[in-house]
C-alpha cells in the first residue's frame, strides 16, 4: 500500500507564511512528477505547483513569486513553501504524486489534504 500523507496545514494571517510536506511511503521504486493541487469551497480542484522528477518547477499563475515547490527524492517527499499568503489562498491542499512500484504498477496517489486557513 502507497500513501502519501500532508502536513502543515494552519491558520494563518494574511502576510504570512506556511510551509506544506508530503511523504509518500510503501512500495516504491521511483516517483515522477509531484504537485500540490487545492480545492476551496464550492470551487474545483486547481493545481497550484508541479515539479518533475528532474526538478522543474511549474507554477499557477496566482501563487507565482509567492509559492516554491521543492522534492527530497531520497525522502521521497515533496514541499511547498507559501509566503505572502492571501485570504484567496484557502483551500484543503492536496498532494498528488505518480509512483511507479513496478514496470506494471504506476499510477497517480492522492494524500487526504491539509486545512490552510488565510485570515484578513
Known amino acids: 500500500q502507497v500513501q502519501p500523507v500532508e502536513s502543515g496545514g494552519g491558520l494563518v494571517q494574511a502576510g504570512g507564511s506556511l510551509r506544506l510536506s508530503c511523504a509518500a511511503s510503501g512500495s516504491i521504486f521511483s516517483i515522477g512528477a509531484m504537485g500540490w493541487y487545492r480545492q476551496a469551497p464550492g470551487k474545483q480542484r486547481e493545481l497550484v505547483a508541479r515539479?518533475?522528477?528532474?526538478?522543474?518547477?511549474t507554477y499557477a499563475g496566482s501563487v507565482k513569486g509567492r509559492f516554491t515547490i521543492s522534492r527530497d527524492n531520497a525522502k521521497n517527499t515533496v514541499y511547498l513553501q507559501m509566503n505572502n499568503l492571501k485570504p484567496e489562498d484557502t483551500a484543503v491542499y492536496y498532494c498528488n504524486t505518480y509512483i511507479i512500484r513496478s514496470a506494471w504498477d504506476r499510477g497517480d496517489y492522492w494524500g487526504q489534504g491539509t486545512q490552510v486557513t488565510v485570515s484578513s
Open positions: 515539479i518533475t522528477s528532474a526538478g522543474y518547477p
